[in-house]
C-alpha cells in the first residue's frame, strides 16, 4: 500500500467523483483509478459503489478513510517535524474555531502567524465543536479551538484556554431583565433560543438546564443576540457575549453552574505548525503576541 494510492482514496471519497478527484490531485483520470483498483484488489475489498453520476464509500471504504487519514497525516506531521529540526515551518494548517472565541482573536493571531510562518498554507473552517473535535480525530483538521467536550475525547489533546459563567441573556423589557440574579426555577416556563446541537454552548446549558422548550435553534451568535433582543426567548451564554450587544440584558445565575471552558484541540502528536499555532495562542493571550 503506497502512500499516493491513499492520498487518491481520500481524494474520491471526499469528492465522491472520479473525474474532481483526478483534477484535483492533478493526475489522468485512467491513472487516478488504476490506482483505486490496485488497492482494492491489495486489500481485497471494493472501496466504492460506482454509478454514472457518483460514487458511495462501501463499509470497507468508510472504515479504511478513517485510517487514511490518519496515516496521511502522520506523513505529514513526519515531514513537518523534520523541517522543524532545519528551523522550517511549512506545508498544511487546517484550523477549526467556533464563530466567537473571545479568549483570543483569531483572525489577528493567524495573520501574525502567516507573517512568521509564509512556508506555511493556512485553512479555516467555523462549525460546531463537536463537528470541529471530530474532524482533528479524522486528520482533516490539526487544531480546533473549541468549547471543552462534556465527555473526554478519545485519540486528541485537549489544552484548557480560558473559562467564564454563564448569565442568562433576555430582552430589556423582560420580567426577569432587573434582577440582580435569576434561578434556573424561573427559567421552567421560559423559551429558549440556543445552537444547534453539536455546538459545545448547547451541550453545556443542557446538561444545566435538563428539559426546555427550544422554541429557536441558530447556527450563529448574532442570531441568538437578535432573537433574545426582541424578546423571543432567553438564553443560557458565555458571559464575554455581553459585549457584542447593548440590546439584551445580561444576568447572572444564583446557583452554581458548570462554567463554560474554551479549548485548543489537537491531534496526540500535534504537527510543527499546530504546536507553533499553539504558541501563538499562548502568546496572543498574554500580550505578547
Not at 454509478?51 to 502522520?74: D, I, M, N, Y
Amino acid at each position: 500500500m503506497e502512500l499516493r494510492q491513499l492520498e487518491y482514496f481520500v481524494a474520491v471519497a471526499e469528492e465522491c467523483h472520479f473525474t474532481r478527484a483526478a483534477k484535483r490531485m492533478h493526475v489522468a483520470q485512467s491513472g487516478l483509478s488504476s490506482a483505486i483498483r490496485s488497492l482494492e484488489r491489495e486489500l481485497g475489498a471494493s472501496l466504492f459503489i460506482r454509478s454514472t453520476r457518483q460514487v458511495e464509500l462501501t463499509p470497507a471504504g468508510r472504515a479504511l478513510l478513517v485510517e487514511a487519514r490518519r496515516a496521511l497525516s502522520a506523513t505529514d506531521a513526519a515531514r513537518d517535524a523534520v523541517a522543524a529540526v532545519q528551523g522550517l515551518i511549512r506545508g498544511n494548517l487546517a484550523v477549526g474555531s467556533l464563530q466567537c472565541v473571545h479568549v483570543v482573536n483569531v483572525p489577528h493571531v493567524l495573520a501574525r502567524f502567516h507573517a512568521a510562518h509564509p512556508g506555511v498554507e493556512i485553512q479555516l473552517r467555523q462549525g460546531g465543536s463537536r463537528h470541529l473535535i471530530e474532524q482533528v480525530k479524522t486528520g482533516r483538521l490539526d487544531i480546533a479551538l473549541v468549547a471543552k467536550p462534556l465527555r473526554p475525547a478519545e485519540d486528541v489533546l485537549i489544552r484548557p484556554l480560558a473559562s467564564e459563567p454563564l448569565v442568562l441573556a433576555c430582552g430589556l423589557a423582560h420580567p426577569l431583565a432587573n434582577r440582580p440574579e435569576v434561578s434556573l426555577s424561573d427559567l421552567i416556563d421560559e423559551p429558549f433560543v440556543d445552537f444547534q446541537p453539536d455546538w459545545g454552548s448547547r451541550d453545556l446549558v443542557d446538561s444545566v438546564v435538563g428539559d426546555r422548550r427550544i422554541a429557536f435553534e441558530v447556527n450563529d451568535v448574532h442570531s441568538l443576540l437578535d432573537l433574545v433582543t426582541f424578546g423571543l426567548g432567553v438564553a443560557l451564554v458565555p458571559q464575554s457575549f455581553s459585549v457584542k450587544t447593548d440590546k439584551a440584558q445580561f444576568v447572572g445565575l444564583a446557583e452554581e453552574v458548570p462554567a463554560w471552558e474554551t479549548v485548543a484541540v489537537t491531534a496526540e502528536t500535534p504537527s510543527a505548525a499546530a504546536t507553533a499555532l499553539l504558541d501563538a495562542v499562548a502568546a496572543a493571550r498574554s500580550g505578547s503576541y
